[in-house]
């Protein structure tokens, strides 16, 4: 059901004629800054997504059309997309609220988020920080299959 509404987010964008202006608005926003803060910047962007999207498919169906093309525009290798698409989707399913499996976990356990919240951020920072560095590595050393 995720995946459909997120496929129906990419029809209504495209056949609304509002992809290409996302894109380009997305890729002005970054265009000044060197490739190292475009890359993080994309890790920032899905990790907010993920929070609002908490399904790893329906978020890839959603972001990914947008991420792939900005990627290009910006000079980083799609696959350091992927990555950034990656550590924001996995880091932020430990946290995120709107999970509902994380969320009915908590809850078996008896755990309040509150709770769990505090307990875990300075992990996930942790965790942010070696995603950063890691995104910036790979577009240092142009990370691609070829």
Known sequence: MIIGLATTIMVVM??????DTTIYTL???????????????????????????????????????????????VGITRQSAVLAFQFG??????????????????????????KWARWMLPLFLIWSAIGAVLISISILIDYDPF
Request: proline share 6%; aromatic share 8%; charged share 10%.
């Open 89 to 114: 989707d996995g880091f932020t399913n430990v946290i995120s609220p709107t999970s509902g499996y994380f969320m009915a976990a908590l809850a078996i356990a008896g755990i309040r988020w509150e």
């Open 14 to 19: 495209e056949e609304g004629n509002i992809l």
């Open 27 to 73: 890729a002005n926003m970054v265009e000044g800054l060197p490739t190292i803060l475009s890359g993080i910047g994309m890790f920032i962007v899905q990790t907010m997504i993920n929070i609002f999207v908490p399904s790893g498919s329906g978020q890839a169906a959603v972001s990914m059309p947008i991420m792939a093309p900005m990627a290009d525009v």
